[in-house]
């Protein structure tokens, strides 16, 4: 069996004088529209296109003559703009590369950098505070509100401070299971102003010191018929060093926490105390009021009425 043997390729002056035979054709329009439309056209144009050379002194074989009238009916060596479409666009872009391409890979670069970091970095992140916070909402608080409650259940003298830490502790541990974290976090906070006040040791003193009242009386807002008479107390720790706790003022209704206030005491109790100061400038007994460790109210010495004012 014989092996079939490519054509040999026209020589490079044959494809020229084709190409410009078409291209004579192409810019004579009136010429081939004309002779196309008559019968027996490729002899007559060939005859035409041979004079046309002639014209010129260029010898052009019949073959070629030939090659270059099929070329133009097969649209050969004519450039067809590409249709309009998605293709086109993409090779138009594809085609300035360069000039788009250093932009567009700092842009991709930055774009991949931006999520990568936000759903490898970011993304993670933000899951492991949002488990972190319900872990300490669902079992961290819980913890804390009975390591608080078992604290001041030790520490306590008085059964009101158990059964108060135990509401606490109760409605705390309902908020954290239904999700509320503010409240679970005052039930802590509430919790721990207990325990702290069960450990505070201080004495109650009658203030006697320069440029400082002693005692002072005033007409109760509704009333005012009655007299109020108010010893001004200051609490002193076990290291003689005054304290500021909060206070409730029976006027305004409002806990301050201050570092003197008055406490409201029977008239008989007022004058006592003046009259001990009158005499020498010098209160012997100061001592009004014991806070021990376990308690949670002040022990009185004397007799008090219940009342306090933080202003006077």
């Given amino acids: 069996m014989s092996t079939p043997t490519a054509e040999p390729a026209a020589p490079l002056n044959e494809v020229m004088l084709a190409m410009d035979v078409v291209d004579t054709l192409r810019h004579s329009q009136d010429l081939a529209m004309r002779e196309l439309d008559a019968g027996a056209r490729e002899a007559r144009l060939i005859a035409k296109l041979r004079e046309i050379y002639q014209q010129q002194g260029i010898e052009v074989s019949d073959a070629i003559l030939k090659e270059g009238v099929a070329a133009l009916d097969q649209s050969r060596f004519t450039y067809t703009p590409p249709k309009r ?4 666009t993409l090779a138009r872009i594809y085609a300035g590369r360069k000039g788009w391409g250093r932009w567009g890979s700092a842009l991709l670069i930055a774009l991949v950098i931006g999520l990568g970091g936000y759903f490898g970095v970011y993304r993670p992140f933000r899951a492991s505070q949002v488990e972190a916070a319900r872990v300490e909402l669902v079992e961290g608080l819980p913890a804390q509100m009975d390591a608080l409650y078992q604290t001041i259940f030790n520490e306590t003298k008085v059964q009101t401070a158990v059964a ?5 502790r ?3 541990k309902t908020a954290a299971k239904d999700g509320d974290r503010k409240t679970a976090e005052n039930a802590v906070t509430s919790l721990t102003a207990l325990r702290d006040l069960l450990r505070q040791e201080y004495s109650l003193k009658v203030v006697s010191r320069d440029g400082v009242k002693t005692g002072f009386w005033k007409f109760p807002k509704n009333n005012s018929e009655a007299t109020n008479y108010y010893l001004v107390v200051e609490a002193v720790g076990s290291d003689n060093k005054p304290l500021t706790l909060p206070v409730l003022d029976e006027e305004s209704g409002k806990v ?11 008239d008989s109790v007022y004058n006592s105390v003046a009259a001990d100061k009158q005499d020498d400038g010098i209160i012997e007994h100061s001592i009004v009021g014991l806070k021990q460790f376990g308690f949670t109210d002040v022990d009185y010495t004397i007799p008090v009425l219940g009342g306090a004012v933080t202003r006077w």
């Fill in 164 to 168: 108060d830490a135990d509401d606490l």
């Fill in 256 to 266: 301050e926490t201050v570092a003197m206030w008055g406490i409201r005491v029977p």
């Fill in 170 to 172: 109760a409605r705390g």
């Fill in 85 to 88: 479409g998605p293709g086109l």
